[in-house]
């Protein structure tokens, strides 16, 4: 299994500010995920980051939006910027390892 | 391309069995299958990856269909921790590419 640090785990940000979450994994892994889930819906993913190229994102989601950083093979940030109500979601970081896709405990992120 | 799952929302009773089915209008790779309980992150229960495949053990199994477009997970004799919601997630392509989930199942089982 992988073990996947996420954090903070919850926040509460004013319209306009920004949020970094950050996600750590116990080893080496070449693709991290992140993943966006509206309340009571799907997971939709939002990017897949790759150790030293960009960010490779999914129709509807933008690097001026949801930029990503991924500066070694253990760690990576999601910066969900210019917040809005209707960025309140939690945010999931997930790896790959074999055939099983590990999750963070997520980011519950609420915009007043 | 989102699967589709189905039902939505079921509501059991313990001991009780249910099926929840997952599919696609394409032929998959690979289907996983997830539950996450209330405020956690999903879990990982099975992944098929053969056409005809089933796997699991008796209480909670899992078959991918022939043409493999199709998969469903079985739930049997339903315990109380089995509550929560049941997502497939797919992929069309191999290679470690990210899985797109359907929209989910939630299960309650009540005693």
């Known amino acids: 299994s992988a073990v996947i640090s996420q954090k903070p785990s919850r926040d509460i940000c004013q319209r306009g500010t920004s949020l970094t979450i950050q996600c750590q994994v116990d080893?080496?892994?070449?693709?991290m995920f992140w993943y966006r889930q509206q309340p009571g819906q799907s997971l939709t993913l939002i990017a897949t980051?790759?150790?030293?190229?960009?960010?490779?994102?999914e129709s509807g989601f933008v690097i001026d939006k949801f930029p990503i950083s991924r500066p070694n093979l253990t760690f990576s940030t999601l910066t969900v910027s210019n917040l809005s109500p209707e960025d309140s979601s939690i945010y999931l970081c997930?790896?790959?390892?074999?055939?099983?896709?590990?999750f963070g405990s997520g980011t519950q992120l609420s915009v007043l | 391309q989102q699967p589709v799952q189905s039902p939505q929302a079921v509501i059991l009773r313990e001991g009780e069995d249910a099926v929840i089915n997952c599919s696609s209008s394409?032929?998959?790779?690979?289907v996983h299958w997830y539950r996450q309980k209330h405020g956690e992150a999903p879990v990982f229960l099975m992944i098929?990856?053969?056409?005809?495949e089933q796997k699991g053990h008796e209480k909670i199994s899992a078959s991918f269909n022939e043409k493999k477009q199709q998969s469903s997970l079985y739930l049997t004799a339903s315990q109380l921790s089995y509550s929560g919601t049941y997502f497939c997630?797919?992929?069309?392509?191999?290679?470690?590419?990210?899985?797109?989930f359907g929209k989910g199942t939630r299960l309650s089982v009540i005693a």
């Open positions: 997930s790896v790959g390892r074999g055939e099983k896709l590990f």
């Open positions: 980051a790759n150790q030293g190229s960009e960010a490779t994102y």
């Open positions: 997630g797919t992929e069309q392509v191999s290679g470690n590419t990210p899985l797109v």
């Open positions: 080893s080496q892994v070449t693709m």
């Open positions: 394409k032929a998959l790779y690979s």
């Open positions: 098929l990856l053969k056409g005809g």
